[in-house]
């Protein structure tokens, strides 16, 4: 191609490895045949267009990625700060699918209405405008299922803050816009989409944090000491609800319970009913997740089997550095953190490669990773 992007040249001893991860040899390029499904993964983006817009050039340029996404935070925190139409701007050159979901900032992660919006406000600011790059037909909620038949892979993209908080006498939020407060609406709709997902296909479920209790796989792959669940940030508590559907539908079976917050007066009690009976097993890959700025890999500590993987922030301001253990530095590689992630159905792997900044501050490389599922 001509005009090679910077964010190529700088990650250009990458490349191999980002091929091999998606299975893209020559004999595969020529064929067309035997590669694996790859995915561009970014996440809290917290309005630095340039590093997203060097996120879609990478994305553009290799034949070996099929899509990417934007796992939440487009934003910082203040919703009334932008239009949004800064983050269109920065993604709109996307030639492949680019799908985006709704994050904590988003909806202003504040108890003050006067800066914070509704998920389904965050949605038509930030995301509305991009769906005619994402490849989802007729979406019109923040959340959505995306099927990639070639590779029989299913995308589930979530929303967990869809339930606005009621305000008080004092005119604040009751709970923080930017808790983990899934709707009624979106649980119907999770368990009725699932059952249509045709059988042999692989899920990955995405959205801006995994908000139940999960076991960090030390290794390579996650950042010393980070931890995946703060139980402060989900009023109803570990109810593992989320995990709960997707465990029936791993197991091909039914599921009928409610899942009540810790406090009543505010949020409803939440009802999951589903029947995957007649569908039969599923096979699930992993949850992908944002929000922490940390790399972290794990699982979910009431089904073990269901793979948690954490991505890093894709902006290079202040408090990635702060948060992160991989060393930002604006001119250098280290610019970006990007993540390909390609799933073998056949071998049951997920493959990651970080584009970018990839030693840590203890001096551990973090190039690629192979998981089990």
């Not at 305000?167 to 009725?192: F, H």
């Not at 992908?288 to 954490?310: L, T």
Request: net charge negative; aromatic share 10%.
């Amino acid at each position: 191609m001509c005009n090679t992007p910077e964010i190529v040249k700088r990650n250009k001893d990458i490349e191999h490895i980002m091929h091999a991860s998606s299975n893209w040899g020559l004999w595969a390029q020529a064929k067309r045949k035997n590669k694996l499904f790859s995915m561009l993964v970014t996440t809290d983006v917290h309005e630095c267009p340039v590093q997203i817009g060097a996120a879609v050039d990478y994305l553009n340029y290799y034949d070996s990625l099929d899509c990417g996404i934007c796992l939440g935070d487009i934003q910082q925190s203040d919703f009334l700060k932008t239009d949004g139409s800064w983050y269109y701007n920065a993604i709109k050159h996307a030639k492949k699918p680019f799908m985006s979901i709704i994050g904590n900032h988003d909806v202003g992660n504040s108890r003050n209405p006067a800066i914070s919006g509704s998920s389904q406000q965050a949605y038509e600011k930030f995301i509305r405008p991009t769906d005619s790059l994402s490849g989802i037909e007729g979406r019109d909620k923040p959340y959505f299922i995306k099927l990639f038949d070639e590779y029989k892979i299913a995308i589930v993209g979530l929303d967990i803050y869809g339930d606005p908080s009621p305000v008080l006498d004092d005119g604040s939020y009751a709970i923080l816009r930017g808790m983990i407060t899934p709707n009624q609406e979106q649980v119907d709709w999770l368990c009725k989409t699932l059952a249509t997902i045709p059988e042999g296909y692989h899920l990955i479920v995405a959205m801006h944090t995994f908000p139940y209790d999960a076991t960090v796989t030390e290794g390579a792959w996650s950042q010393k000491g980070a931890k995946i669940y703060y139980p402060t940030e989900n009023p109803y508590g570990d109810d593992n609800m989320i995990s709960d559907i997707v465990d029936a539908w791993v197991r091909g079976d039914k599921l009928c319970a409610d899942y009540v917050p810790q406090d009543t007066r505010y949020l409803p009690i939440l009802h999951a009913e589903c029947d995957f009976t007649s569908r039969g097993e599923g096979i699930f890959a992993l949850y992908a997740v944002g929000h922490h700025h940390k790399d972290i890999q794990g699982k979910c500590k009431k089904y073990p089997y269901q793979n948690v993987v954490v991505f890093p922030s894709t902006a290079n301001d202040g408090w990635q550095n702060y948060c992160s253990d991989l060393p930002r530095e604006k001119g250098t590689r280290a610019e970006d953190a990007i993540t390909v992630m390609s799933v073998a159905t056949d071998k049951r792997q997920i493959r990651l490669v970080r584009i970018g900044s990839n030693i840590t501050m203890d001096m551990v490389e973090r190039r690629f990773c192979v998981i089990e599922y």
